[in-house]
């Protein structure tokens, strides 16, 4: 059986390892967590920038339910920058002032409500570890983390952050500690 999937108006066709209606079922070993998440920690990226990785973890989370959460939990564990885990906030909440290249979080347009928090705490949940070298105050608003430390409905806003390597130096940045 063959997987085809369309990339950029080309088909690319490939060997179903895991095939939805297979004749062999996928071994109920594959369906324990525990299990795949040990998998899937082998495929995290080592460096943040290994795109090729967070792709294919990426992939794996759409492949089926079974393997979401696990993959998910591989690709978001480690963050280096605060950007990515602001993206799933509504596109209509942010001031985007600046430069268009860059995605920046600048002020808000609109208050906060509940139904804003969704996607970034589903995501949030996953993360276990910070290495911040810069608080990206180009794109980044000191303001805006301080905001949504005390607008946000969970008690955390990372509830499973166990390490945080914090290389910034500028001292007014420390507040986020």
Known sequence: MFLEWHTNSRIVSAPCLFPLQSALPMDRKLHMPEILDLIFA????????S???????????????????????ALWAHQTSLV???RYFPEDLWDRSGDSRKLTFVDFRRPLVPADWERALFYW???KSFRIES????????????MLRI????????????????LDENPADSFLL
């Open 84 to 86: 990515p885990a602001l």
């Open 42 to 49: 082998h495929l995290e990226p080592r460096h943040p920038l």
């Open 135 to 146: 608080l990206d105050g180009d794109r980044i608003s000191p303001d805006i983390i301080n």
């Open 151 to 166: 607008c946000c409905p969970a008690a955390h806003l990372f509830p499973n952050l166990r390490k945080v390597a914090w």
């Open 125 to 127: 949940k996953r993360i």
């Open 51 to 73: 795109s090729t990785m967070s792709k294919t973890l990426a992939a794996l989370a759409r492949t089926c339910t079974t393997f979401q959460d696990p993959a998910l939990n």
